[in-house]
């Protein structure tokens, strides 16, 4: 069961095409969330990484050997085992970034995107197929939720990364909690924007 | 039959490695955890006297730590505290029982190590030991006492009480007749924009220069915070203009957070109690160690 | 109506165990509460002298963790019978703190005791309303969003996800504090948290489905189809995670788990209700679909926003 698909592909694959958050709409619990600065957008899309990469290559160096009526439990087991792992990796090292993420760390276990991409790729495909497919996925997620990140930060405090750019806060609003949901709400419009208006320029042309 | 069985074996055998890398981590990590949050706490308290990023505290400073638990025994509640005692390196500790009325009941050499008295688990057994059973301890808080040449200069007290969403934990930095000389918000939910605003500098240096006397009976104002006092509390000024204003604001109320009265006012209401009773005990306590004569590194 | 009042009385049958403050308030005080903000109410259970309960010298009030530190009284205030004495203090009380009142030389008691603190039945209630409105999981946690939006596009979908998920919540995080407390904590494996609560969420989950599939096929197949979802939503391991943090006891997690439910029921009963509207509506077509719904989900948080802070008790 070969892929015809290059790493690289695959990857680009789960950035831009099937993007967790802004395409496939799973995960968004963190994204409207935790998602105030980018910061918080990078911490928490490392361990998704993490975990997404883990879980992945696991379930495919062993796919021969799960028994097709325990295939769920088998996929929670080793997502729960990796969460704690990347939990208590966190919580060692470091701390500050982890009591900013509070209870998400713990509640990746639960992500949709996860067990989707085993389910979906992993228990079929190669391991390097497989690693490459959870880079990407990974990198989608954490990709989406440092825009979200930026535009809330931006906006709502007027710095990135902490950095103080604007020198003002143009709006406070944003840096609020129920924001996430309009931040998100809004930049999935814009991209399923962009996405028509690229297909009526396509359609013009061709 | 043999599906089932062998089911139950690969279910098995998951759960062993699973449990096995769970395990695994604990043990590589639980140390490290610790560690760094002792470097933490560490850099808090220094960062609270005034000693941030490269500036290293001299060797003179010394830390003592007390430790406070209520005490259930069948003649009833007393006040425990756990101090040092000699002079120099403290090797030994003293448990002092105190009654409600802050009369010494006793006072017991209890066998622990410096590094043990640390954790609470070792602590909380040594102690124990030490008084005996019948005795029921409750852990309240702990206090440092920083002394520099065997001067006190500041007391650092740790408050909890409830804020506006959740509890907000902090430390506090005291000078020796009480005034506030810094605080941390340790842990703290609020709301992000609004209550969490407690963290920075604008509201939480109006604290600091605080006497006693202004402290118990600080109030909150909701107005907004004059344009020099906001540059000198996030020290955009130079020191010495910024110590000026600040000098002019000293009994001034606490500005509120711009939509977030509550979480101000219940921040300014814990600290101050938290202050007033940490004062009524170390009184007490003082009395006490002075009367008995015990020699105390503090 | 009926079901609710036994209800009722069952849960305040339950908890009057969990009551030491109304039940042990010794034989001269016979009832005791907090009155106004800096205020003390004490009822006895005979006549006193009026003089004497006048005095404040005879009271000493402190609250249970700091029993050092007595507060400071300004006046005691019998009533003209003398069987009941209102106690000012110089400041505000916490009346979240238990107060334990000591009464000295009176009524011929040489010294009785009594513990005044909120009602507990008050506390659980408020650990409801939070769960339900105040700390709302899906608009004010932002739990559990991706179930949220895929089922409320439609009322009757919304209630069965609704009812189906708070059935589950319950059972699951009744089970997650018992392993919790019986065998996390006392072997000192509380890293295996994650695992043992998602395990336990499967389970309950594949109980359900299978008890409902045998007793009530009919239910199953108006409910069967969201069992599947309740897997993937947070809050079903949110619950016990807080219930883990916060440490709390079997009715505290009891009633944490039943506003979650409810709660998640509420969000999504109300957001079905204004996507059927929608779907009359002229929507600009780059917001069709998921976007209004999250432009939708803001205003209701926002709405949600104004129930912080709220106290009921």
């Known amino acids: 069961m070969a892929n015809d698909k290059t790493s690289m592909q695959l990857v680009a694959n789960g950035i831009l095409k099937e993007n967790p958050i802004f395409r496939l709409a799973l995960s968004m619990c963190p994204a409207v969330g935790i998602s105030t600065t980018v910061m918080n957008g990078f911490m928490l899309g490392i361990a998704v990484l993490f975990v997404q990469v883990c879980s992945s290559v696991t379930i495919s160096m062993v796919k021969n050997l799960i028994h097709p009526r325990i295939r769920i439990p088998t996929y929670t087991l080793t997502i729960a085992t990796w969460v704690t792992v990347i939990d208590m990796v966190l919580a060692a090292y470091l701390p500050e970034a982890y009591a900013k993420m509070g209870i998400f760390v713990k509640l990746i276990v639960a992500f949709a995107i996860i067990t989707m991409r085993l389910e979906m790729f992993a228990c079929k495909e190669p391991v390097g197929a497989s690693f490459w497919d959870g880079l990407g996925m990974g990198l989608g997620f954490m990709i989406g939720m440092m825009t979200i990140g930026l535009v809330r930060e931006l906006l709502g405090s007027g710095a990135i990364l902490g950095y103080d750019v604007l020198g003002f806060k143009p709006l406070l609003f944003f840096i609020l909690p129920c924001a996430g949901f309009f931040v998100v709400g809004l930049m999935m419009a814009f991209f399923n924007y962009i996405e028509v208006f690229y297909k009526r320029k396509k359609g013009f042309t061709s | ?298 | 109506m009926n079901l609710s009042r036994i209800r009722l009385i069952a849960i305040v049958a339950l908890f009057c165990s969990f009551l030491p403050g109304l039940v042990h308030g010794a034989d001269l005080i016979s009832q005791q509460s907090f009155g106004e903000k800096n205020e003390i109410v004490l009822k006895f259970a005979a006549e006193v002298d009026k003089l004497k309960a006048g005095n404040i010298n005879n009271y000493t009030v402190f609250e249970e963790q700091d029993p050092d530190i007595r507060l400071e009284l300004v006046s005691a205030t019998p009533n003209y019978a003398g069987t009941a004495v209102s106690l000012r203090f110089k400041e505000p009380l916490n009346t979240a703190h238990t107060h334990i009142v000591t009464v000295k030389n009176l009524g011929g008691v040489e010294k009785a005791t009594a513990t005044v603190s909120q009602s507990y039945l008050g506390y659980l209630f408020s650990i409801l309303i939070s769960a339900l409105l105040i700390n709302n999981f899906v608009f004010t946690k932002y739990l559990g969003l991706c179930v949220f939006f895929g089922t409320s596009k439609r009322k009757t979908t919304a209630k069965g996800m609704g009812v189906v998920f708070t059935l589950v919540i319950v059972a699951s995080a009744t089970m997650s504090w018992f392993f919790f407390n019986f065998i996390l904590i006392p072997y000192n494996l509380n890293f295996l948290e994650i695992v043992v609560f998602i395990g336990l969420v499967s389970l309950t989950v594949q109980a359900v489905d299978t008890i409902l599939r045998k007793v009530n096929p009919i239910l199953f197949n108006s409910f069967g189809v969201y069992l599947v979802l309740v897997i993937a939503n947070c809050v079903i391991i949110a619950v016990p995670l807080m219930m883990a943090n916060n440490k709390y006891n079997f009715y505290e997690t009891f009633m944490l788990a039943l506003g979650a439910g409810g709660g998640f029921l509420l969000a999504l009963y109300l957001m079905s209700s204004v996507s059927e509207r929608m779907q009359l509506a002229r929507i600009p077509p780059t917001f069709k679909g998921l976007p209004i719904a999250f432009i939708v989900a803001g205003q209701f948080a926002m709405a949600f926003l104004g129930f912080s802070g709220l106290k009921i008790f």
């Open chain 2, 1 to 298: 039959m043999r599906n089932i069985i062998t089911i139950i074996v690969r279910l098995t055998l998951s759960c062993l490695i699973a449990a096995f890398v769970i395990g695994l981590c604990f043990v590589l990590t639980s140390k490290a955890k610790k560690h760094n949050e002792h470097v933490n706490e560490e850099k808090v308290i220094y960062s609270l006297l005034g000693y941030k990023g490269d500036a290293h505290p001299p060797e003179s400073l010394k830390l003592s730590v007390l430790y406070r638990y209520v005490v259930s025994d069948p003649h009833g509640k007393s006040i425990g505290y756990l101090v040092p005692t000699g002079q120099g390196e403290t090797t030994a500790f003293s448990f002092i029982r105190l009654d409600l009325d802050g009369n010494l009941i006793d006072q017991k050499q209890v066998a622990v190590g410096a590094e043990d008295a640390v954790e609470q688990e070792g602590r909380d057994k040594a102690i124990q030991a030490a008084l005996g059973p019948g005795a029921e301890l409750t852990y309240a808080d702990k206090t440092i006492i920083v002394t520099e040449n065997g001067n006190r200069i500041s007391y650092l007290v740790t408050g909890k009480f409830p804020g506006f969403k959740t509890f907000v934990s902090v430390m506090l930095a005291l000078k020796p007749d009480f005034s506030v000389r810094g605080l941390a918000i340790l842990e703290q939910e609020e709301d992000p924009g609004l209550g969490a605003e407690i963290e920075k500098d604008y509201f939480k240096n109006q604290f600091i220069g605080k006497s006693f006397e202004t402290l118990k009976t600080l109030d909150v104002v909701k107005e907004p915070i004059p344009e020099e006092y906001l540059k000198a509390l996030e020290s955009r000024l130079q020191k010495e203009e910024a110590a000026k204003i600040r000098e002019q604001f000293k009994d001034h109320a606490i500005y509120a957070l711009t939509g977030a009265t509550i979480s101000s006012r219940s921040v300014t209401n814990g600290i101050s109690g938290t202050v007033k009773k940490f004062a009524y005990r170390l009184n007490i306590l003082d009395k006490v160690i002075k009367d008995q004569k015990i020699v105390v590194p503090f």
